[in-house]
């Protein structure tokens, strides 16, 4: 089997609603996501998603396209898609780093190894330990009476925890988490992520200022270079820290290990490059006693089914708390039937070969900005 061509699409997708986020990142409204359809010489076709975002990967969707259909794209020409280890060495000598860009084609050619061979993806990464996830929710900025309120409904919905979003003003996202654990009681699993927005200091002030609150974990409170910060911060508060922005290669990962500089590696297919090497990182994890929360972009059903499947194979998966696969269920629209694999909070695989999710030709089309292929 040979590759023939890759089509590729970039989407924008609405939020339903407006999603205020650390003052790093300010208030997203739109999703940006690259699709691409692989094409092979025997009919077999293979789709893959990633989801760049400038401030958080690095990329954009133009960047990643122009990556695709100038460097990646051309040198898949002819390869076989099923050796997916061919494929990463090949992308890897051709391009550093663009993680981003990686990943859509990584996926798209798992979803044809198990198409070709008749089985669900996760049977090619080790087999499963679980058919299915719990979900969780995640709220942005808001005031505390607003945050405590939105909280309190992902509660009320079924959801298995809910992450908000900080990283502003410390102490008025302190009164936001204090409210917010007042709505929902001491046992449903809180998370606070700072998405880069604070210094040391203030990460500090803000951890013993919830001390009581029982967050299950801190996210990224400082800047993703900043090892040293999250090790101290991790010395110097009682909740457990994760590890989101700073953990994108397995040579991040295990640099945060070197360190102690987190309990948690908070991990996306997008962002880690694909399924291979985020399957990579979780397996260190698990050698390094570190537990994995599943986590996401703003992502339509190709990653997030994507993102299941490996969810489902690993053994370190943090077991207190849902994860990260209600991405769709927040968008105008989905360009797959993902969002019908989650029912009261849980979201289950599909025993269908590759990936398992089917098109949406209708959104797919609705939400298209762009397209174009390698060849034309
Ligand atoms: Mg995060």
Redesign the pocket.
């Known amino acids: 089997m040979k590759i023939v061509d890759v089509n590729i699409r970039e989407l924008k997708v609405p939020l339903k609603h407006a999603y205020a986020l650390s003052k790093a990142y300010g208030v997203q409204t739109t999703t940006c996501n690259i699709v691409v359809e692989i094409v092979t010489d025997n009919g077999v076709s293979g789709w893959g998603e990633c989801d760049p975002w400038a401030e958080f990967t690095g990329d954009t969707g133009e960047t990643v396209i122009s990556l695709l259909k100038g460097i990646i794209g051309p040198r898949l020409i002819g390869m076989d898609p099923t050796d997916i280890m061919a494929i990463h060495a090949l992308m890897d000598s051709s391009l550093r780093g663009n993680h981003t860009a990686k990943a859509c084609i990584d996926v798209a050619c798992y979803d044809i190894l198990g198409k070709t061979y008749g089985a669900p993806v996760y049977k090619f990464i080790g087999g499963k330990l679980r058919d299915s996830v719990k979900c969780f929710w995640a709220v942005g900025g808001g005031t505390a009476d607003e945050t405590a309120k939105a909280v309190a409904d992902v509660k009320a919905r079924g959801f298995y925890g809910c992450?908000i979003k900080v990283g502003n003003n410390y102490r008025i996202d302190a009164e936001r988490t204090l409210a917010a654990r007042e709505a929902v009681g001491d046992a449903f699993p809180l998370i606070a992520?700072a998405?880069q927005g604070w210094d040391v200091r203030t990460a500090i002030l803000y951890g013993r200022a919830v001390e009581k609150v029982n967050l299950l974990f801190l996210?990224?409170p400082v800047k993703y270079t900043d090892i040293n910060g999250l090790a101290k911060i991790r010395q110097s508060v009682s909740m457990p820290i994760?590890a989101?922005?700073s953990v994108t290669t397995i040579q991040d990962a295990e640099q945060l290990v070197r360190f102690a500089a987190c309990d948690y590696f908070?991990v996306k297919v997008s962002k880690n490059g694909g399924i291979a090497p985020m399957k990579r990182i979780c397996d260190f994890a698990a050698d390094a006693g570190v537990d994995v929360f599943f986590?996401s972009m703003h992502e339509e059903g190709i990653t997030q089914s994507a993102s299941l499947h490996v969810a489902c194979t690993v053994s370190n998966l943090l077991a207190e708390t849902g994860h990260s696969f209600f991405s769709t269920m927040r968008l105008d629209g989905d360009i797959t039937d993902f969002k019908y694999w989650t029912e009261d909070g849980v979201t289950k695989l599909r025993n269908r070969p590759g990936l398992g999710f089917e098109i949406n030709w209708d959104n797919l089309e609705k939400y298209t900005v762009r397209s174009c292929s390698v060849l034309r």
């Open positions: 992450m992520d998405n996210e990224q994760s989101d922005e908070s986590n």
